[in-house]
């Protein structure tokens, strides 16, 4: 990692050296000249925007600089009565009755950490039965990790009873989050997390799981009945979509958390390398280059915390929907209790 940001540092730099500001200009070449800098600091935004959205292709250079592409499958079918574009560049939509399930950058960064995910457990996981300690760094870090979403995240926010039923969603999700976020770290990756249909993804998967959990724990009957909010039912009209609104912030809120911490670490990032270009005097490679270095490590913080947050976010909703069920069936039968007291 050292090696690979003093290449970065150095090729900016000798960049940065080679496009020193030219003498002032007058009249019509300097019109020209800024004219020229404004459709340089356009290819600039557009160079970030590039790099942060989903692509249907997959972009790297190698040593020469020479740009290779590799145009990924485009896979979609149209509805009944309905055409699908032939054009690629052209997006499909739902609406116009084509369902686009091509294959993107993104898609292809979340199999790649999948992937990483299923070979850290296959090869660090601990089978011995025999002999419950773990041998290895991978082991021991991997065992640390789970020990932490199981004893620091699950149990803690949804009971020593339910908690370890929903360990390996935890687990599963945090690992996953963490993985994309690392990869999209690396050059010429990307990273799936900056994307909100990513991150949506993510939070209907711990939306659907927290209304299962609510339904389970109180029963239909119950869960139905905490629509009303406790409120008097002739209030329901107003308290129901107030309680349905409520669910929906949930996912809402897991969805915009890890897409904007994740997408403004790299515009930081690429601004900052971007400010050598515009300036274009090597000054600023020295101010800019620490501060994006600085900015890097930082973002392998904010992979590993965002990862967190989502972990334990989900465990805080779905030992809400666990907790408030319980409270409804306690409340049933103290009720029960005293009638049968009567």
Not at 105 to 130: I, Q, S, Y
């Amino acid at each position: 990692m050292r090696r690979l940001l003093i290449l970065v540092a150095l090729a900016v730099t000798a960049t940065a050296w080679g496009q020193a500001p030219e003498a002032p200009q007058e009249g019509a070449a300097a019109e020209h000249a800024s004219a020229h800098a404004a459709e340089h600091k356009e290819s600039l935004s557009d160079t970030i925007i590039g790099h942060i959205k989903d692509s249907p292709e997959l972009e790297f250079d190698d040593l020469s600089g020479n740009t290779h592409l590799i145009q990924l499958p485009v896979i979609r079918f149209a509805l009944p009565g309905h055409v699908c574009p032939t054009d690629p560049e052209i997006e499909p939509s739902l609406a116009q009755g084509c369902v686009d399930i091509s294959i993107t950058r993104h898609v292809v960064m979340m199999w790649l950490a999948g992937l990483t995910l299923f070979l850290c457990f296959l090869f660090w996981g601990h089978r011995d039965r025999k002999n419950l300690v773990p041998r290895g760094t991978g082991a021991n870090l991997l065992e640390m990790l789970v020990l932490f979403i199981r004893n620091e995240i699950a149990i803690p926010n949804i009971g020593k009873k339910d908690g370890p039923r929903y360990v390996p969603y935890l687990l599963t999700i945090f690992f996953f989050i963490l993985f994309m976020n690392l990869w999209g770290l690396i050059p010429w990756m990307a990273t799936p997390t900056g994307d909100l249909s990513v991150t949506l993804g993510l939070a209907i998967c711990t939306f659907i799981l927290t209304e299962i959990a609510g339904i389970r724990a109180a029963g239909v009957k119950g869960y139905l009945a905490h629509l009303t909010g406790g409120a008097p039912l002739w209030l329901s009209w107003m308290m129901i979509p107030i309680e349905i609104l409520g669910k929906f912030t949930k996912p809402f809120a897991l969805t915009v958390r890890l897409f904007a911490n994740m997408i403004a670490g790299h515009i930081g990032i690429l601004s900052l390398f971007g400010l050598i270009f515009i300036l274009k005097t090597v000054g600023a490679a020295g101010i800019a280059i620490p501060f994006a270095v600085f900015f890097y490590f930082l973002e392998i913080f904010v992979a590993l915390v965002q990862a967190y947050v989502f972990a334990i976010l989900s465990a805080v909703f779905i030992g809400m929907a666990i907790a408030m069920g319980h409270h409804g069936h306690d409340e049933h039968e103290a009720h029960e209790e005293v009638a049968v007291g009567h």
